[in-house]
């Protein structure tokens, strides 16, 4: 057996070359010769919260022109929690239309992203940002990124307790580094040795995703990532956290090392020992990950190969303490509540649908439009879902007539008829500018969801809360794995069919049809769709059913321990 090394891969050298991510970001902005940025400074960037990408339905016509690629840059901020106040909102809405390509997109991450901005424009609009109180630092890249958490405002009280500890989390796993201030601040380098105690000077293998759920709610997939805290509460009362780690969606086509994977639940910390934890666990990765692929650089994989009882015991020798027993919990299910619910104070919160998160003015729905209206004169604030959603929040008992009348009035009203697959699917952007895309993901979803609704209709089934996601690449940013129904895009107009998650996010689904197109999709689920309204039982779901009849293996849930 070799001894040899294996070679580190070019990111590792980038981020080793970096000086802690600076790079020749600096140079590469104001180069007047080309859209885009050197090849090295694509990989730092993204710690910046930046991808460069090209409008790829351009991109041959272009090549033909000999013009280089229509090149433009998305950013994508850090907002924990996903909580933006109005004047937040009314802040990228004017980033949107001055500088981006007029639409805003709520993430999957409970964060925004602003598509389409131009080299030029990336300072002044970093700089608006972060005016704003917000910014975009570690939105991407081998760190920490947007730490969610359940946006449930109805019981303010507690989600008050929690949310803050998912800042104070974000905060705590921030790159120290100075770098994102001197570059599009224009802040100037401070003297002296400066370090990174948490990531090191090359960071993390690959990136980190933590979330804080508050059962029964797990509206933020909580097992999908790498590092989760299930919020334990007796009496109303935040009592602590049972800790999950390992999660995480992505896969490669054809590369059995690559997979998906639920997290573990560890134990139970008191609150207090809250951010020790992410930031020890943080390490681990730093330490353990493979450094080598970054296919197989996910903290999942250092669970899945050393084992949880490997894991747990180094993590409680690096905390000096031992992790309590899981307390138990319960999730009903991991979807958004539509419509007007009302909080222990008095307040109400609206939940709106947005198709894939994309606010933007179309005809007979003015979106961005009306959430500007609505902004100008909300009281309370907005909060991002996981699931691409939008809350107007804290909204007093008297206003909620102007709230509708501007919610009607700009075709935001949709969820009030549209059936429970629309409402609960999910879409990545895919194409035509995520790079990594193999098909359409975001561009497909509608008239993808009005076919199946289609069949759904035929079968007396519309009322079913079936839960649909569409990537356009196995990579996972939609959380495909944990859906009812799947599309994994193989290739243009191809998707590999997924079957038999859970309304909950407990459990993965499992591969049904591989590299099939639309009609072969549909033909695949008709005779499921027909067999499902024959034999379902009373309250099951889709994905329940598939299971329990066989179509597809039932894969290990992840549960609560008992009580």
Same mark, same amino acid.
């Given at each position: 057996?070799?001894t040899?090394?294996?070679p ?6 980038i ?8 790079g020749t970001?600096a140079?590469?902005l104001?180069?007047?010769v080309?859209g ?8 730092l ?9 090209d409008?790829r339905?351009v ?5 033909q ?7 433009s840059?998305m950013l994508r ?6 909580v933006?106040?109005?004047a937040?909102?009314?802040a990228l ?5 001055e ?12 964060a925004?992203?602003?598509?389409g ?5 990336l300072?002044?609009t ?9 910014d ?6 081998d760190?920490?990124?947007?730490v969610?958490c ?12 929690v ?6 989390i974000s905060?705590?796993?921030?790159p ?5 201030y ?10 002296g040795v400066?370090?990174?105690p948490?990531y ?6 690959r &990136?980190f995703?933590?979330?804080?759920? %508050?059962p029964?709610?797990?509206? !933020?997939d909580? *097992?999908?990532?790498? #590092? ?8 109303g009362?935040?009592?602590g956290f049972?800790?999950?780690?390992g999660?995480g ?9 690559t997979?998906?994977?639920l ?7 008191p609150?207090?020992?809250t951010l020790?934890?992410?930031?020890e666990?943080?390490?681990?990765h ?7 692929s970054? &296919?197989h650089?996910?903290?999942k994989? %250092?669970?899945?190969?050393?084992g !949880?009882p490997w *894991?747990?015991?180094? #993590?409680?020798?690096r905390?000096g303490?031992t992790?309590g ?12 509540r539509?419509?007007?619910?009302e909080?222990?104070d008095?307040?109400w919160?609206l939940t709106l ?5 994309r606010?933007?003015?179309r ?7 009306g959430?500007r209206?609505i902004?100008?004169?909300h009281q ?13 929040a804290?909204?007093p008992?008297a ?11 700009h075709?935001l009203d949709g ?6 697959l629309?409402?609960n ?7 035509p500018?995520c790079?990594l ?6 561009r ?6 009005q076919?199946v609704?289609a069949?759904?209709v035929a079968h007396?089934l519309?009322?079913?809360n079936l839960l649909?996601r569409?990537t ?10 944990l859906a009812e129904?799947a599309?994994?895009?193989k290739?243009?107009?191809r998707?590999n ?7 909950r996010?407990q ?9 099939i197109d639309?009609a ?6 008709e005779p ?13 779901g889709f994905?329940?059913?598939v299971?329990?009849?066989g179509h597809?293996?039932a ?6 321990p008992?009580a």
């Open positions: 057996m070799s040899t090394p294996k580190l891969t070019e990111v590792e050298h981020k080793t070359q970096s000086r802690l991510l600076r970001l140079e590469s104001v180069d007047p080309t885009a940025i050197a090849p090295q400074d694509t990989a960037i993204k710690f910046h919260g930046s991808y460069q990408q409008d339905d991109r041959e016509e272009r090549r022109q000999k013009l280089e690629p229509d090149y840059f901020t850090r907002l924990p929690g996903g933006a106040t109005p937040q909102w009314l809405d004017a980033l949107a239309r500088f981006a390509n007029h639409t805003l997109r709520i993430t999957t991450r409970q925004f992203q602003l598509h901005v131009i080299k030029d424009n300072k002044p970093i700089a608006r940002i972060n005016q704003a109180l917000m975009t630092l570690a939105a991407c890249g760190v920490n990124r947007n969610m359940n946006p449930n405002p109805v019981d303010s009280r507690v989600h008050e307790t949310y803050r500890w998912a800042v104070r905060e705590h796993l921030l120290r580094t100075r770098a994102y001197e570059v599009w601040m224009g802040d100037e380098k401070v003297g400066e370090e990174e948490i090191g000077p090359t960071y993390l293998p &990136k995703k933590a979330a804080v759920a %508050v029964p709610l797990n509206d !933020v909580v *097992f999908a990532q790498d #590092l989760g805290f299930i919020a334990i509460l007796e009496g009362e935040l009592v049972n800790v999950s780690v999660g969606m992505g896969a490669t086509h054809g590369d059995a090392a997979y998906p994977r997290a573990d639940v560890l134990g139970f910390i609150p207090e020992k020790q934890v992410a930031e666990v943080v390490k681990m730093r330490d353990f990950g493979d450094r080598t970054r &296919k650089a996910r903290l994989y %250092v669970l899945e190969e050393r !949880v *894991f747990t015991a180094e #993590l409680e020798k905390l303490f992790l027993p899981a307390r138990p919990f319960a999730f009903e299910h991991n979807g958004d539509f419509g007007w619910t909080g222990h008095g307040k919160h649908h947005l198709d894939s998160g606010v933007a003015d005809p007979g729905a003015t979106h961005l439009t959430l209206e902004a100008h004169v309370g604030d907005f909060r991002l879902t996981g699931n691409q959603n939008l809350i107007i804290g909204v008992a206003e909620r007539a102007r709230i509708d009348a501007l919610v009607a009035k075709g969820f009030r008829t549209a059936s429970p629309r409402r699917a999910l879409a990545c952007v895919a194409l500018t790079g895309a193999m098909a359409e993901a975001e497909y979803l509608p008239d993808f969801v076919r609704e069949r759904l007396g519309l009322d079913a649909l569409i356009g690449c196995p990579n996972g940013c939609a959380r495909p794995y129904v599309l994994v895009g290739a243009p107009g998707y069919l997924h079957l038999g998650g859970d309304a996010g459990r993965l689904n499992h591969l049904y049809r591989e590299n639309e072969g999709i549909l033909a695949a689920l499921l769709f027909a067999q499902y309204a024959r034999e379902r039982k009373q309250g099951e994905g329940d059913f299971v329990r009849a597809v293996p894969a290990p849930a992840k549960a609560a008992a």
